[in-house]
């Protein structure tokens, strides 16, 4: 009875991801052996949590000898109640070494794969493939055990879906249909028929009735499916992810060969322009003037952003910034008026702009500047989407638009970054490649 107390008390606890919920009880299937374990059955720890200062507010320290560990025994976390450890399981996840679990909570596989090494880190990772058949932490639960959290939870979370029905399930469900299928759909929380045809296609490559429902073998399919994948960052640890947008296609190697510097010329509203991308069908990143960066789309998607052949293949990067701008004189005093100020208040002051001559693809003017911080906030983005996969993204592709025009045979046709950014774009590859080879000295 007290198991079931346990799974009851994960079926009923609030939590910030309700999906999740089958992740936290397969886990702890493998962790407390269903509560065998003393620790869980006697300590109410069913994920076999060490203690850190951390719990303290909902947690007690106790020792609990165990032969995982090399000194034969260590300080586990002691929960009052069966509640208690359910929320304790989540606070845990708090503490730094989760930092970024969040943005990998799409799914149970994508959240299981990105705490796996954590929970099961590399001193242990070795021992537990060869105990359990060659597969990792993250796969031997979604193989083994995860159909059986599902069906003990009898899980609301995998109700069945169907042409009609909106909501957030909904949007869960093309989430993860846009992981297994070419063509990218909106996610918007309304099962129409372009996410019928995709449950479709998708049935069809997993062997089942192709009837346009999502019922839970669809489910488990997908997400067992998931968890064979090379786990992949889709999501940026450091930017404000915001409501998905449209995209029109999957890179072949399921990142960005490279990336392409746009300035907005426009105002600095840097939510509003993610708002504005998604009307005019441009997935792009977008970094306001304190650097910080906004994503409304996963990695492994692109779509038109440079009218170039260098989309097909590059993220786009839209910076916040005016661009060029024209002087003019207010009350003797030089200012700069770029296209949509509407009165001499809004102009620019000069400390704010930055004149360059011709040179290369940059063409001369006077240009609003990128901030330090916008100019740090690029080099920090560029240099992650190159740790993440080194052998797909190359600094030698990263382009302004004014450069991709140029090689695509519209010479002119565009001038950002140009002056905006503080060298050239030869300049600024070059800079990547020396930080680069020093960050991995």
């Not at 915001?242 to 105002?267: C, D, L, N």
Request: glycine fraction near 8%; charged fraction near 25%; proline fraction near 5%.
């Amino acid at each position: 009875m007290s198991w079931q107390e346990f799974i009851d008390a994960i079926a009923h606890t609030e939590i910030e991801f309700p999906h999740l919920a089958s992740a936290c009880l397969a886990q702890a299937i493998l962790e407390s052996g269903r509560e065998t374990s003393d620790l869980a059955k006697i300590h109410n720890n069913y994920h076999g949590m060490k203690w850190r200062d951390e719990m303290r507010e909902i947690a007690t320290p106790v020792y609990y000898e165990t032969s995982s560990e090399p000194t034969g025994g260590a300080d586990f976390c002691k929960f009052a109640s069966k509640v208690d450890a359910v929320r304790g399981y989540w606070r845990f996840l708090e503490r730094f070494p989760y930092k970024g679990w969040r943005d990998h909570s799409g799914s149970v596989a994508e959240f299981l794969a990105f705490i796996s090494p954590i929970w099961c880190p590399s001193g242990y990772k070795d021992d537990w493939k060869a105990k359990h058949g060659g597969l990792n932490y993250h796969e031997y639960i979604m193989k083994k055990l995860y159909p059986e959290a599902v069906e003990l939870l009898k899980d609301d979370n995998y109700s069945e879906l169907r042409e009609g029905n909106r909501g957030e399930k909904v949007k869960q469900i093309q989430r993860e249909l846009n992981e297994h299928n070419v063509t990218g759909l909106k996610v918007d929380g309304i099962f129409g028929p372009k996410t019928k045809a995709a449950v479709i296609a998708v049935e069809k490559r997993l062997d089942l009735t192709p009837d346009g429902v999502v019922d839970i073998d669809v489910w488990l399919r997908i997400h067992q499916l998931q968890s064979t994948k090379e786990p992949k960052t889709l999501w940026i640890p450091f930017a404000k992810r915001m409501s998905e947008i449209p995209t029109q296609w999957t890179y072949p190697q399921g990142y960005p060969k490279g990336a392409v510097v746009h300035f907005t010329a426009g105002r600095d509203n840097p939510e509003g322009t993610v708002e504005f991308l998604d009307t005019v069908g441009f997935p792009c990143l977008v970094m306001g003037r304190n650097g910080k960066v906004y994503q409304a789309f996963p990695l492994n998607r692109g779509g038109c952003h440079s009218g170039t052949c260098h989309q097909n293949y590059s993220i786009g990067l839209e910076i916040i910034a005016a661009g060029r701008c024209n002087p003019v004189t207010v009350n003797g005093v030089r200012k700069f008026k770029a296209w949509f100020h509407s009165s001499p208040s809004e102009y620019f002051d000069e400390s704010q702009m930055r004149y360059v001559t011709q040179n290369g693809s940059r063409r001369e003017g006077w240009y609003q500047k990128y901030t330090f911080a916008q100019e740090e906030s690029l080099i920090e983005l560029l240099l992650w989407l190159k740790s993440q996969a080194p052998d797909v993204f190359s600094f030698d592709d990263v382009k302004g638009h004014d450069e991709c025009c140029d090689e695509g045979g519209r010479p002119g046709a565009k001038n950002d970054p140009g002056g905006a950014l503080s060298m050239t774009m030869p300049e600024f590859r070059e800079l990547l490649k020396h930080k680069y080879v020093e960050a991995n000295k």
